[in-house]
């Protein structure tokens, strides 16, 4: 598979971890992906991909694209032959801006781009992509879209400084402390951050912690799960164990398995680092 990745310019870096263009054949014709730290913006240019959010919704299928903000359980993505498309991986807070509704209102449920900004908009956008001379010209003209549509957002600095020392501790700070130092109300900082992330701060934490436990194991190497767990804060092996089923729906062993599965399988392909193969 081809990527193509960049971080935008100011004042979008501030919002965006980086814009990319993906193309080629998914390794596996259905992926799960835990919950991370980030929101997704994907503008579809080939067949349509399939989206399921859990045992009890029905899966969607997505012709345009689609915008998921912050997950709070694994996400299953059904791919075609082919796939094709261009996207954004927002900070926890860089969506918001480009709403027209608070994010908790789609908290857990993708919906489709044009639901977002229009079928006219989101059609143009898809024809000028499509008509772009490679993934570089695709990715700038993305990030113009994103410069037109910024615009003021109430509260983004509180939940910004907020999400950023979550971020810097890797969830492992009292959110007590968070909302002392900012001198709002709990009841006030977690209504921003459901308005702005879709989640309470309490559960970004949540996720911080466990994306970087995940990304700390070395697939390659025997795993010592407890001193793991402990390491990072996790009460006992029994609350790090549930936090890796509320978070993936696997055991960390189960986990492991299938990402080995994965690494032997693909070998240094695009998608290894987070999305899981679904058997």
Same mark, same amino acid.
């Given at each position: 598979?081809e990527y193509?990745?960049?971080?935008?310019? =100011?004042?979008?870096?501030?919002?965006?971890?980086?814009?990319? #263009?993906?193309?080629?054949?998914p390794? #596996?014709?259905?992926?799960m992906? +835990?919950?991370? =730290?980030?929101?997704?913006?994907?503008?579809?240019?080939g067949?349509?991909?399939?989206?399921?959010g859990?045992?009890? !919704?029905?899966?969607?299928?997505?012709?345009?694209?689609?915008?998921? !903000?912050?997950?709070?359980?694994a996400?299953?993505?059904?791919?075609?032959?082919r796939?094709?498309s261009?996207?954004?991986?927002?900070k926890?807070?860089?969506?918001?801006?480009?709403?027209?509704?608070?994010?908790?209102?789609?908290?857990d449920?993708?919906?489709?781009?044009?639901?977002?900004?229009?079928?006219? @908009?989101?059609?143009?956008?898809?024809?000028?992509? @499509?008509?772009? #001379?490679?993934p570089?010209?695709?990715? !700038?003209?993305?990030?113009?879209?994103?410069t037109?549509?910024?615009?003021?957002?109430?509260?983004?600095?509180?939940?910004?400084?907020? *999400?950023?020392?979550?971020? @810097?501790?890797g969830?492992?700070?009292?959110i007590?402390?968070?909302?002392?130092?900012?001198?709002v *109300? *709990?009841?006030?900082?977690?209504?921003?951050?459901?308005?702005?992330?879709?989640? !309470? =701060?309490?559960?970004?934490?949540?996720?911080?912690?466990?994306?970087?436990?995940?990304?700390?194991?070395?697939?390659?190497?025997?795993?010592?799960?407890t001193?793991?767990?402990?390491?990072a804060?996790?009460?006992?092996?029994?609350?790090?164990?549930h936090?890796?089923?509320?978070?993936?729906?696997?055991?960390?062993?189960? #986990?492991?398995?299938?990402?080995?599965?994965?690494?032997?399988?693909?070998?240094?392909?695009?998608?290894?680092?987070?999305?899981l +193969?679904?058997?």
């Amino acid at each position: 598979m081809e990527y193509v990745s960049r971080v935008p310019r =100011p004042p979008l870096d501030g919002l965006i971890d980086d814009l990319y #263009y993906l193309e080629g054949t998914p390794p #596996y014709a259905r992926l799960m992906l +835990p919950p991370m =730290p980030a929101a997704l913006l994907i503008v579809n240019l080939g067949a349509p991909f399939r989206i399921h959010g859990g045992t009890d !919704t029905e899966p969607a299928e997505y012709a345009d694209g689609c915008v998921i !903000t912050m997950p709070t359980r694994a996400l299953e993505f059904g791919y075609p032959l082919r796939t094709r498309s261009v996207g954004v991986h927002f900070k926890p807070w860089g969506l918001a801006p480009f709403l027209p509704m608070p994010a908790a209102e789609l908290c857990d449920r993708p919906v489709t781009i044009e639901q977002v900004w229009g079928r006219p @908009a989101v059609a143009e956008l898809r024809d000028r992509l @499509a008509a772009a #001379y490679g993934p570089r010209e695709m990715l !700038t003209l993305l990030e113009q879209e994103l410069t037109r549509r910024l615009g003021e957002t109430a509260g983004l600095g509180l939940v910004r400084h907020t *999400s950023g020392v979550i971020a @810097a501790t890797g969830g492992a700070v009292a959110i007590g402390d968070l909302r002392a130092a900012a001198g709002v *109300s *709990s009841t006030h900082l977690a209504q921003r951050f459901k308005e702005l992330i879709g989640i !309470t =701060p309490k559960r970004l934490a949540r996720t911080h912690r466990f994306a970087a436990t995940v990304f700390a194991i070395n697939p390659a190497d025997p795993i010592d799960w407890t001193g793991l767990a402990s390491g990072a804060g996790y009460f006992d092996q029994a609350h790090f164990d549930h936090e890796f089923r509320a978070f993936t729906g696997l055991t960390p062993t189960r #986990y492991l398995e299938v990402r080995r599965r994965f690494l032997r399988e693909h070998p240094g392909n695009v998608l290894d680092s987070w999305p899981l +193969p679904v058997d």
